[in-house]
């Protein structure tokens, strides 16, 4: 009895019981900003199309008795989501004969797994009540979400394979080659960003963007005015910030580079086979890995949860509650801003070439990720 | 031998696709500007806006089957459209007018008449060849119904959807 109410005490149960608590919150939130990214990826694109796009799913406010009719402008299609998750789920789950059945049943799970673990290490927010808002805080964030987030390819890679049909396989091989030309890139692209900040701790990382102001914007975030070792390392880290987003677009299959699904050409990619849930499951993967490579993004260049003005959570009793939750809102307000830039994005560019895919991956953004690190050092070694 | 592709020269400023990105988000945004300041005419609301005063007298919408001006229905059951109904939408039963009747002269008139409206595909062929002018193509076009039975157009359904048309088949009016 006596060990169980200690257990209870100690530091030990204490973590993970806040840890739990921090991964379903953060689940919650990233899952149902999955389903409203769609929602506003559908939406978004069809105003840019001069369209007007789902505006009428609401919520049957009128059975609730309120009185307002359920098509509203205002709440018009924000039921969109719901009504779509409740379909894919009640749809007819086809497992075509000719499937080999273990690997195509188990690559869904292993796209939408390697996307949510990632979320593990990001910082979505300073502290609440001395708890820091990290899952993860281990000291290799970054290469963690790298080493993490290529693994998603396996699933795509099985599911291409495991269909045994001609379009999801050249989705599979595209998907692998595209991998392979752009993973460099993305993971050479950050290392200039080390070199100057000297950790690899994804909060500590936050840390020094708070103190010093953001990579990408030193100056106007910090209150202060940068110093010119600021100045002068700003340019590789424009240069490496365009190159990670770039990486980081082809990383989570978005158009431009959505090669691997390609519509128009390979039918439906890599899900061809799939139906009903499964085909969902690869649906939220692709989101999820979206917010993922924004919130690293923020994480990396634009500040994370921090605003210039607006406190962190470290204050004692209510008011840290309350900056803590605000600092998290900052954090999601941030990641939302940029899922809405890649959707702009991908209702603006046309699809690549697969030989411009390559000779884009290998000569442009390969060199310049390389060329940028040496001149990165060089800057650290007689500027900073 | 193969074929090469013409490709054209790209100068610097195409190779690297940057400025091209902003010409085409130039382009997007100006679109998603102007639709959320309400600049741009979107199409057609359907159930709240509908296109109804603008169908032309000629619009091919239900069959329907229309009465003259002494409320009898115009049909003789002569199943010519039946016949010429292409995909076979239409079922007839005729019946004989007892001989004490007002209009016994016509003989004939529909016991039963039913359009199957899953079937039809309003191509007004019944309306064409109708020697009586009994049978209408109105301006309704939302047919819909939860069951096959409610999409199974019956006569009295018919004859309600036509109401009375006065045309020029006159020969069954004694004084003309
Ligand atoms: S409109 Fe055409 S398809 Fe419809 S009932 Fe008449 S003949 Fe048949
Ligand atoms: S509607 Fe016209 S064509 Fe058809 S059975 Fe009646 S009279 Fe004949």
Same mark, same amino acid.
Request: glycine share 8%; net charge positive.
């Given at each position: 009895?006596?060990?169980?109410?200690?257990?209870?005490?100690? =530091?030990?149960?204490?973590?993970?019981?806040?840890?739990?608590?921090?991964?379903?919150?953060?689940?919650?939130?990233?899952?149902?900003?999955?389903?409203?990214?769609?929602?506003?990826?559908?939406?978004?694109?069809?105003?840019?199309?001069?369209?007007?796009?789902?505006?009428?799913?609401?919520?049957?406010?009128?059975?609730?008795?309120?009185?307002?009719? =359920?098509?509203?402008?205002?709440?018009?299609?924000?039921?969109?989501?719901?009504?779509?998750?409740?379909?894919?789920?009640?749809?007819?789950?086809?497992?075509?004969?000719?499937?080999?059945?273990?690997?195509?049943?188990?690559?869904?799970?292993?796209?939408?797994?390697?996307?949510?673990?990632?979320?593990?290490?990001?910082?979505?927010?300073?502290?609440?009540?001395?708890?820091?808002?990290?899952?993860?805080?281990?000291?290799?964030?970054?290469?963690?979400?790298?080493?993490?987030?290529?693994?998603?390819?396996?699933?795509?890679?099985?599911?291409?394979?495991?269909?045994?049909?001609?379009?999801?396989?050249?989705?599979?091989?595209?998907?692998?080659?595209?991998?392979?030309?752009?993973?460099?890139?993305?993971?050479?692209?950050?290392?200039?960003?080390?070199?100057?900040?000297?950790?690899?701790?994804?909060?500590?990382?936050?840390?020094?963007?708070?103190?010093?102001?953001?990579?990408?914007?030193?100056?106007?975030?910090?209150?202060?005015?940068?110093?010119?070792?600021?100045?002068?390392?700003?340019?590789?880290?424009?240069?490496?910030?365009?190159?990670?987003?770039?990486?980081?677009?082809?990383?989570?299959?978005?158009?431009?580079?959505?090669?691997?699904?390609?519509?128009?050409?390979?039918?439906?990619?890599?899900?061809?086979?799939?139906?009903?849930?499964?085909?969902?499951?690869?649906?939220?993967?692709?989101?999820?890995?979206?917010?993922?490579?924004?919130?690293?993004?923020?994480?990396?260049?634009?500040?994370?949860?921090?605003?210039?003005?607006?406190? =962190?959570?470290?204050?004692?009793?209510?008011?840290?509650?309350?900056?803590?939750?605000?600092?998290?809102?900052?954090?999601?307000?941030?990641?939302?801003?940029?899922?809405?830039?890649?959707?702009?994005?991908?209702?603006?560019?046309?699809?690549?070439?697969? =030989?411009?895919?390559?000779?884009?991956?290998?000569?442009?953004?390969?060199?310049?990720?390389?060329?940028?690190?040496?001149?990165?050092?060089?800057?650290?070694?007689?500027?900073? | 031998?193969?074929?090469?592709?013409?490709?054209?020269?790209?100068?610097?400023?195409?190779?690297?696709?940057?400025?091209?990105? /902003?010409? #085409?988000?130039?382009?997007?945004? #100006?679109?998603?500007?102007?639709?959320?300041?309400?600049?741009?005419?979107?199409?057609?609301?359907?159930?709240?806006?509908?296109?109804?005063?603008?169908?032309?007298?000629?619009?091919?919408?239900?069959?329907?089957?229309?009465?003259?001006?002494?409320?009898?229905?115009?049909?003789?059951?002569?199943?010519?459209?039946?016949?010429?109904?292409?995909?076979?939408? /239409?079922?007839?039963?005729?019946?004989? /007018?007892?001989?004490?009747?007002?209009?016994?002269?016509?003989?004939?008139?529909?016991?039963?008449?039913?359009?199957?409206?899953?079937?039809?595909?309003?191509? #007004?062929?019944?309306?064409?060849?109708?020697?009586?002018?009994?049978?209408?193509?109105?301006? *309704?076009?939302? /047919?819909?119904?939860?069951?096959?039975?409610?999409?199974?157009?019956?006569? *009295?359904?018919?004859?309600?959807?036509?109401?009375?048309?006065? #045309?020029?088949?006159?020969?069954?009016?004694?004084?003309?």
């Amino acid at each position: 009895m006596n060990a169980i109410l200690e257990f209870l005490h100690s =530091d030990l149960f204490f973590m993970i019981w806040t840890t739990l608590a921090k991964s379903a919150g953060l689940l919650g939130v990233v899952l149902g900003m999955v389903s409203y990214t769609v929602y506003a990826e559908r939406r978004v694109s069809s105003l840019m199309q001069d369209r007007l796009g789902p505006n009428r799913t609401g919520f049957p406010l009128s059975l609730l008795g309120f009185g307002i009719k =359920d098509w509203s402008p205002i709440l018009g299609g924000l039921g969109q989501p719901i009504a779509d998750a409740v379909k894919l789920l009640l749809k007819e789950d086809f497992t075509p004969a000719y499937v080999k059945k273990f690997y195509y049943w188990i690559a869904p799970a292993l796209g939408i797994a390697a996307a949510i673990i990632s979320l593990a290490v990001i910082p979505f927010g300073s502290s609440i009540a001395g708890v820091p808002m990290v899952i993860a805080n281990i000291g290799i964030g970054p290469l963690f979400i790298f080493a993490i987030s290529s693994l998603g390819v396996y699933g795509i890679v099985l599911a291409g394979w495991s269909a045994n049909s001609k379009y999801p396989f050249l989705g599979a091989i595209r998907s692998t080659s595209q991998l392979i030309s752009y993973e460099l890139a993305l993971g050479l692209s950050v290392v200039p960003l080390f070199l100057i900040i000297g950790k690899l701790n994804l909060v500590e990382i936050v840390h020094y963007q708070v103190q010093n102001g953001w990579m990408l914007l030193p100056g106007i975030t910090a209150g202060k005015l940068p110093t010119l070792s600021q100045i002068v390392c700003w340019i590789p880290i424009l240069i490496s910030f365009l190159v990670f987003t770039i990486a980081m677009f082809a990383e989570t299959n978005r158009l431009p580079f959505d090669l691997p699904e390609a519509e128009t050409e390979l039918v439906g990619g890599y899900h061809t086979e799939y139906s009903s849930m499964k085909f969902a499951l690869f649906f939220l993967g692709e989101y999820t890995a979206m917010i993922t490579g924004s919130s690293l993004i923020i994480t990396l260049f634009l500040g994370a949860w921090h605003f210039p003005g607006i406190p =962190d959570g470290s204050m004692a009793g209510w008011p840290g509650v309350l900056w803590g939750l605000v600092n998290i809102g900052v954090f999601f307000t941030k990641v939302f801003a940029f899922l809405i830039f890649f959707i702009f994005i991908r209702w603006t560019l046309p699809r690549f070439r697969y =030989d411009q895919l390559m000779k884009l991956g290998w000569i442009w953004l390969f060199e310049i990720a390389l060329v940028n690190i040496f001149l990165t050092a060089l800057i650290v070694a007689f500027v900073h | 031998m193969a074929y090469q592709v013409p490709r054209p020269k790209l100068n610097f400023a195409e190779k690297i696709y940057l400025p091209s990105v /902003i010409a #085409g988000l130039k382009i997007t945004l #100006g679109h998603l500007w102007r639709m959320l300041r309400g600049k741009t005419h979107v199409c057609m609301q359907y159930p709240e806006e509908k296109w109804d005063s603008h169908l032309p007298p000629h619009y091919r919408g239900a069959p329907t089957l229309v009465s003259d001006e002494f409320g009898r229905t115009r049909c003789v059951a002569c199943q010519l459209c039946e016949f010429i109904c292409p995909p076979r939408a /239409i079922r007839i039963k005729p019946g004989e /007018i007892p001989t004490k009747d007002k209009f016994a002269k016509v003989e004939k008139f529909p016991e039963q008449f039913q359009i199957d409206m899953i079937r039809c595909i309003y191509c #007004g062929l019944c309306e064409e060849v109708c020697p009586e002018q009994a049978i209408f193509l109105k301006k *309704e076009y939302a /047919i819909t119904g939860t069951s096959r039975a409610a999409m199974m157009h019956q006569k *009295e359904k018919l004859i309600e959807m036509g109401g009375i048309q006065p #045309g020029v088949v006159n020969k069954w009016n004694e004084k003309k």
